[in-house]
């Protein structure tokens, strides 16, 4: 009997593999559902052992641990939604509603990235909790520089093999960081990828969408000569220049992740898996009350490559290297890998990880401002004239060699 009543309820929903999923198929249906319910409660649960192993699991593609993942992170990334999110994980897409944005014409503003090979840096570490704010960073650190709240995120996480624990802990770290964006975590997707993966790697993406009313993107039209540059400070390196740290760090000094570093005072690992700062709150914090005229996420390419991307024709930014103070991994990595200043500049955020362009006169309430939400700001530059020929970026008294 048991096993006809089994039969009976798999064959009424043939999409299910699992109790858990009947049950949830069940729970939407409450016509039929008591009924079907009570006899399965009634029986045994299913679990991997008891049935056959699929030909896809001896390929290296375990569908049913894919589905214990996705129940095991339910509670995770339900804790980071609104009232805004319309249905739970587990369809085939996420679903999100605007009609409460606030917004006269709302423009939807995207954006994707990883957290490239700082991924390398989680697994030596064996600590995986932390990456998935590297990766919510990334993409929510880009959407507000063009003044767009986040809304939602979504990611995708490929590996060799799944392992439920290290997995859980990259959705724990996501999650953590969309609460700090203030976004919802609303779907994403997991593949298991044999042979295109080695054994214990796996990699990570991110997708993440927000709104801003039309008249009110920060696209650089705005920035003037006189006008200031206050930089936000960096936790450390964040999620950038990881190939060139790995090579000096672990080639060329023989270094590993759990040597203690005097000047660092903490280990190696312990200083390269601080994750990247999240900046949404402190600058839609400063935009509710004040205008910026531009807002510069300092990643890939570092000072050198990035403002000229939000500055106009006929400005240029003078950056004062002297006026902030940079975070030790940065003279050590500048020594120990013989870098040229001029490309650690144009490699590493050197301690400032966002930039705001701002009217002069609105320099010391900003700054206050930017205090009281928890940042670290400097006076680091300001907008001058370029004439032709001048490069867009002069960081003061840089070497080149």
Known sequence: MTINSKKVIF??????RTVEQLKDSLARQPDIAP???????????????????????????????GNAFVS?????????????VIDDIGGFSGLFSIGNANCKDPVLIASTDGVGTKLKIAQLCNKHDTIGIDLVAMCVNDIIVSG??????????????????????????????CKLANCSLIGGETAEMPGLYQPGDYDLAGFSVGIADRDKIIDGSSVRVGNKIIGLASSGLHSNGFSLVRKIIFE????????????????????????????????????????INSLVHNTGGGFIDNIPRVLPKGCRAVIDKESWEKPPIFAFLQEKGQVPEAEMYRTFNMGIGMM????????ESVMQHFKAMGEEPFLIGEVLAAREGEPQVVINGLEEN
Do not use: Q, W
Request: charged letters at 25%; glycine letters at 6%; aromatic letters at 8%.
């Open 356 to 363: 705001a362009v701002i009217d002069e006169a609105d320099v």
């Open 35 to 65: 009924g079907l319910l009570s006899i399965l409660c009634i029986n045994k649960t299913m679990t991997a052992s008891e049935t056959a192993a699929s030909k896809y699991s001896e390929a290296g593609v375990d569908i049913d641990k």
């Open 72 to 84: 095991r992170i339910k509670k995770i990334v339900s804790a980071t939604h609104s009232r805004t």
């Open 148 to 177: 767009a709240k986040p809304l939602f995120f979504l990611d995708y996480f490929s590996c060799s093999s799944l392992d439920l624990d290290e997995a859980t802990d990259v959705v724990r770290g996501i999650a953590e960081g």
């Open 252 to 291: 060329d000094m023989g270094l590993s992740v759990d040597d203690e570093v005097a000047e660092l005072g903490c280990t190696i690992g312990e200083e390269l898996i601080k994750p990247t700062k999240i900046y949404v709150r402190s600058v839609l914090g400063v935009l509710n009350s004040y205008p």
């Open 11 to 16: 064959s009424y929903y043939p999409a299910a």
